[in-house]
C-alpha cells in the first residue's frame, strides 16, 4: 500500500518507520523540515516535503499524525487535490468536535478515523523507535449513522493488523470521546494531580515503583494535552467528578476508621481490575 504520513512526530514516525519495514511505500509531510530529514535519514520514509500536494494522487492512504486544531485547515487548504478512493484518517485522541466537519470537507475522498492506543511519554520523531504497538488496541471510529463504504474500514483494520496491535474495535466518535475521557484523559489528569500535590523537596529518595508506575505519564506534552482536555471537556470533567466521589468514599472510611469499608472498596477494585486485563 502507498501512505502518505502528515505530521512526523512521535506517532507519526512510529507508523512510517513500521509501515516501511512491512514493505510498504511510505511517504512523509512535516511542517518543521528536520522532521523530514531524519524520517528520510533513518529510512522510515520513502521521500518527504512540506508541501504534500504531489503525493495526494500517489498515495492510497493519508494518516494525519497532526494536533486535533490543524485538521480542520488542512483539509480545506488540500481539499481540491483530494479525489474518490482516497482514504484519509487521523490518529488523534478525541474525535467529536471536529468529525463531522472533516467527513465533509474531505469528499469526493473518504474519512474515518482511528486511534492507536500507544505512546511514550516523550515528544518527537527521535523517539518513535521506542514505540511499541503490540499490547495496544486500536480504535475505528465512525460517525454514529453514517455510511461508509466497508473497504475502508478493512483498509483500517489491515493497518492495525499490520502494526501488529494487540486488539482492533469499532467504536463510534462519541463513545470514543468519553471512554478515553476515563481510560487515557483521567489517568493523565491523576498523574499530573499526584506529582503536583508534592510538598516535599526530597521525595525521590523515597519513591518505589508504585510511584513510579502511577507517575509515568505525569510526564506530558503540555501542548497537546491541553488541548486534548479542552476539547473534551463534557466527558472528562464527568469522569473527574466520579473519581473524586470514588476518592472520597476512602477518604472517609480512613477518617472514620471504617476498616470494613475499605476492605469493601479494596475486593471492588481487584475484582474489577482482573476483568479488564483477563
Not at 84 to 112: M, Q
Amino acid at each position: 500500500m502507498k501512505i502518505l504520513i502528515v505530521g512526523l512526530g512521535l506517532i507519526g514516525g512510529a507508523y512510517a518507520k513500521k509501515l516501511t519495514e512491512l514493505g510498504h511505500e511510505v511517504y512523509g509531510s512535516n511542517h518543521r523540515q528536520p522532521a523530514i530529514d531524519f524520517a528520510v535519514s533513518r529510512c522510515y520514509i520513502r521521500e518527504g516535503n512540506i508541501d504534500p500536494i504531489k503525493y495526494f494522487d500517489i498515495v492510497d492512504m493519508v494518516i494525519l499524525g497532526t494536533y486535533p486544531s490543524h485538521i480542520i485547515s488542512f483539509l480545506k487548504k488540500y481539499n481540491k487535490f483530494f479525489r474518490e478512493g482516497l482514504l484519509i484518517t487521523d490518529v488523534c485522541g478525541i474525535k467529536s468536535n471536529y468529525i463531522e466537519e472533516a467527513t465533509k470537507i474531505s469528499k469526493p475522498a473518504t474519512y474515518l478515523a482511528h486511534h492507536p492506543m500507544a505512546g511514550r511519554e516523550k515528544i518527537g520523531i527521535e523517539y518513535a523507535h521506542e514505540v511499541s504497538f503490540s499490547k495496544a488496541n486500536f480504535i475505528i471510529t465512525p460517525i454514529k449513522g453514517y455510511k461508509y463504504n466497508e473497504k475502508y474500514f478493512d483498509m483500517l483494520k489491515n493497518l492495525g493488523k499490520s502494526l501488529e496491535f494487540n486488539h482492533i474495535s469499532v467504536l463510534d466518535t462519541k463513545s470514543h470521546d468519553f471512554m478515553i475521557g476515563y481510560t487515557s484523559q483521567l489517568a493523565h489528569a491523576i498523574a499530573v494531580a499526584l506529582v503536583n500535590s508534592d510538598a516535599k523537596q526530597d521525595t525521590k529518595l523515597y519513591i518505589g515503583d508504585s510511584y513510579r508506575d502511577l507517575t509515568r505519564i505525569a510526564m506530558i506534552n503540555e501542548n497537546l494535552w491541553s488541548e486534548l482536555f479542552i476539547e473534551n471537556k463534557e466527558f472528562l470533567t464527568e469522569n473527574i467528578s466520579n473519581f473524586i466521589e470514588q476518592l472520597e468514599k476512602i477518604k472517609d472510611a480512613i477518617e472514620d476508621s471504617d476498616s470494613e469499608e475499605l476492605k469493601k472498596l479494596f475486593i471492588k477494585s481487584t475484582k474489577h481490575r482482573k476483568e479488564m486485563v483477563e
